[in-house]
């Protein structure tokens, strides 16, 4: 069974920045594309920014220039650097593979 474990998360001021990781088990990781969403509070979940097998990389309008995607094959992880983060960037923020894993999530909080 495949598993994704989020962490990184918690609670900092705008400007601020977070790296969030999610390790992936139960799966040959290297060869899938990998995407973190959100979901803020009355929201729709987002596609945020993915990763495929070879490290070409897509990001929402939203975040593009504060946030960066990557990944390490060798540690079957996928990380999520933020920088600048904004209010707007609060959501509960969600690992996804390419065959349709999710992890359970991990909350972002971006208050002063």
């Known amino acids: 069974q495949v598993q994704l474990v989020e962490s990184g998360g918690g609670l900092v001021q705008p400007g601020g920045s977070l790296r969030l990781s999610c390790v992936a088990s139960?799966?040959?990781?290297?060869?899938?594309?990998m995407g973190w969403y959100r979901q803020a509070p009355g929201k729709e979940r987002e596609l945020v920014a993915h990763?495929?097998?070879?490290?070409?990389?897509y990001y929402a309008d939203s975040v593009q220039g504060r946030f960066t995607i990557s990944r390490d094959n060798a540690k079957n992880t996928v990380y999520l650097q933020m920088n600048s983060l904004k209010p707007d960037d609060t959501a509960v923020y969600y690992c996804?593979?390419?065959?349709?894993?999710w992890g359970k999530g991990t909350l972002v909080t971006v208050s002063s």
């Open positions: 996804n593979t390419q065959l349709g894993n």
């Open positions: 990763i495929t097998s070879g490290c070409s990389t």
């Open positions: 139960g799966i040959m990781f290297r060869i899938y594309t």
